[in-house]
């Protein structure tokens, strides 16, 4: 079946010790999302690509960052994890992102839940 | 101001009764889009349902059903026949069809459901 599948479930790192989750599809989407969300809050956009494209919210802290090696893999990069950055990281995948396209779901994968020592 | 409201943060059911989550929304775009996602405990979003804006039925999908009155700016999800693998945070989410930001899902506060059996 094609998915979009996150490595690993669960990640346990310590204070200002760099961490890279990692996400992958089969769908051959063009767009790729990484999500931050924590204990029953929604889902917070942190960035996106739109194939190579890359492109940052506004208020997603520089401690985020993210690669995109090609299609099929997205990496989403914590250089220094704080305490506030334990929380769970979706990733998502659409077809496309004009505004032709608003009828595509984003497909999740199951998440990283992240927690810091 | 908000753009999705879901103003349940709980909601009960009885196993095998309908429930209905509310959703209402805000926008000045004429195109847009509605989605419902389930996420249960374990993390994973699902999609479960779709309504375009222009769309003159209420959208189905085997036991979900979405009430979409366009004039009231609502769309509410109705889950019938409840079973106990309901049970789980359900998010309202809206795309919107301006260029600049139709990329971006704007999702609501999510509601919690639980099903008794």
């Known amino acids: 079946d094609a998915m979009v599948i996150q490595n690993p479930r669960y990640q346990v790192t310590q204070f200002g010790k760099p961490v890279t989750l990692s996400c992958s599809q089969t769908?051959?989407?063009?767009?790729m999302y990484w999500y931050q969300q924590k204990s029953s809050q929604a889902p917070k956009l942190l960035f996106h690509?739109?194939?190579?494209?890359?492109?940052n919210e506004a208020d997603t802290p520089d401690n985020f960052q993210s690669r995109r090696p090609n299609t099929s893999f997205c990496f989403l990069d914590i250089r220094s994890p704080g305490l506030g950055d334990a929380a769970m990281y979706l990733c998502?995948?659409?077809?496309?992102?004009?505004?032709?396209?608003?009828?595509?779901?984003?497909?999740f994968g199951d998440g990283t839940r992240l927690s810091i020592l | 101001a908000q753009k999705i409201t879901q103003t349940q943060p709980g909601m009960f059911v009885q196993e095998k009764e309908a429930v209905t989550l509310d959703c209402t929304y805000d926008t000045s775009d004429p195109s847009y889009g509605l989605f419902w996602y389930k996420q249960p405990s374990s993390g994973e979003m699902i999609f479960l349902i779709y309504?375009?804006?222009?769309?003159?039925q209420n959208a189905t999908e085997g036991r979900y059903s979405l009430n979409f009155q366009k004039a009231r700016k609502s769309a509410n999800l109705v889950i019938s026949a409840s079973q106990l693998g309901d049970s789980a945070m359900y998010f309202c989410?809206?795309?919107?069809?301006?260029?600049?930001?139709?990329?971006?899902?704007?999702f609501g506060s999510g509601t919690r459901l639980l099903v008794r059996p």
């Open positions: 998502a995948t659409s077809r496309d992102k004009s505004a032709g396209a608003i009828n595509q779901p984003q497909h």
């Open positions: 690509y739109y194939d190579k494209d890359f492109n």
């Open positions: 989410a809206m795309r919107e069809g301006e260029e600049d930001s139709s990329y971006k899902l704007i």
């Open positions: 309504q375009g804006s222009y769309d003159q």
């Open positions: 769908l051959n989407h063009n767009v």
